[in-house]
């Protein structure tokens, strides 16, 4: 009788000391691992061989930029049709305009025809490198399913790392 009496007053003080909650273990019969697939860009350096066209500095060819007797011809030719051009102060105008003109295109077809083709430039094979990503998977673990029965039911509780046990909460509600 006295047991049945401490019994009932520890049970009606823990409901009204809050004690609407008890916990309970269970045994875990396995874990599994959960993995997830993750896509990670990962960089990697490609390089190829490329040919490039570079400019020679060959000294023993003239100056291109010197002024020659095929630049002055030129300059009297643009004068002589520039003259033909205008009235007055135009026409000295044009002399100049047309003797500027006949410089130029005489200088630029110096420059064009008189070297040898291919004298000036040279192909040059160079490996050029670059970096590029690829998406890459990975399989990361996340954590464990851990299984157990409880009551005869089956139920599974995730965590971190594989446990033994798996503590239940019970509540109870009025």
Excluded: W
């Amino acid at each position: 009788m006295k047991k049945l009496l401490l019994v009932t007053v520890v049970f009606v003080s823990s409901l009204f000391a809050g004690g609407d909650r008890f916990h309970d273990f269970a045994r875990v019969t396995y874990s599994e691992p959960i993995y997830e697939y993750i896509y990670e860009q990962e960089p990697q350096r490609e390089c190829s061989e490329v040919q490039k066209r570079v400019r020679t500095h060959n000294h023993s060819s003239y100056n291109n930029d010197s002024l020659g007797i095929d630049t002055l011809v030129g300059v009297a030719a643009g004068a002589v049709l520039g003259s033909q051009v205008g009235k007055g102060n135009g026409r000295v105008a044009a002399q100049i305009v047309g003797g500027l003109l006949g410089g130029k295109v005489a200088h630029e077809i110096r420059g064009n025809y008189n070297e040898p083709s291919g004298s000036r430039y040279r192909y040059v094979t160079r490996t050029e490198c670059y970096n590029t990503y690829k998406n890459v998977q990975k399989k990361v673990l996340t954590g464990y399913k851990n299984y157990f029965i409880y009551k005869g039911k089956k139920h599974y509780k995730v965590t971190h790392k594989p446990v033994k046990r798996v503590r239940i909460t019970h509540s109870i509600n009025f």
